[in-house]
């Protein structure tokens, strides 16, 4: 399933309920990620529509998420891009039907808040981002937590993330909601199975 600029935009303009008189604002953001690049992939050389797919719309996504919970464009835009790949196979993994327990499936993205992260050397970015499940949740939040948490960090829960793009999708793109959840667990499977193959070989 493919997404135009023109879906996009109204599509998390209803997810973040962007007000009609910010909205060329909000296009502006969208436009300064453009500029930089990102999300990579998407076709806008001259004369070429932009066209996103589900990777694509995710990553996005995700850069806004960052943004709601502080995040600057840019470090939006580099911290979403260096973990893209991390991002992609949790999300997909918590898509996907597995034998895998409600309880152990990724679900939650914790991402550390420091505004001095950047100032480190990207080598010690690797522990600023964690994809837990319920269970690990549980940990974190039990009476003395989990050593490896780092505090300030905000929590984004990956299901309601998901469950937001697709019902703003759906009020958008001319599908139906089982055609484009379906178009979307086809995709997380591909991913999923993609990164099972990998890690065997």
């Not at 690797?126 to 039990?142: A, P």
């Not at 139906?176 to 890690?199: F, G, P, Q």
Request: hydrophobic share 40%.
């Amino acid at each position: 399933m493919e997404f135009t600029y023109k879906d996009v935009v109204e599509t998390f303009c209803i997810k973040h309920e962007i007000s009609s008189e910010r909205k060329t604002a909000f296009k502006g953001r969208l436009q300064h990620f453009q500029r930089q690049g990102f999300p990579p992939g998407v076709n806008t050389g001259k004369g070429k529509a932009a066209s996103y797919r589900w990777r694509e719309l995710i990553l996005l996504g995700l850069a806004l998420e960052y943004a709601e919970i502080g995040s600057t464009p840019d470090r939006s835009i580099k911290e979403v891009s260096k973990f893209s790949d991390v991002l992609i196979s949790g999300l997909s993994n918590s898509l996907v039907e597995s034998e895998v327990s409600e309880q152990d499936k990724p679900s939650f993205l914790c991402i550390e808040l420091s505004a001095l992260l950047p100032l480190k050397t990207e080598e010690n970015w690797n522990q600023e981002i964690k994809i837990l499940s319920i269970r690990e949740m549980g940990e974190v939040f039990s009476e003395f937590g989990v050593a490896t948490m780092q505090s300030p960090y905000a929590i984004i829960d990956l299901r309601q993330f998901v469950a937001g793009l697709l019902t703003s999708l759906e009020e958008v793109v001319g599908h139906s909601r089982a055609e484009i959840v379906k178009s979307l667990k086809l995709w997380a499977r591909t991913i999923s199975d993609y990164h099972d193959n990998i890690s065997d070989s």
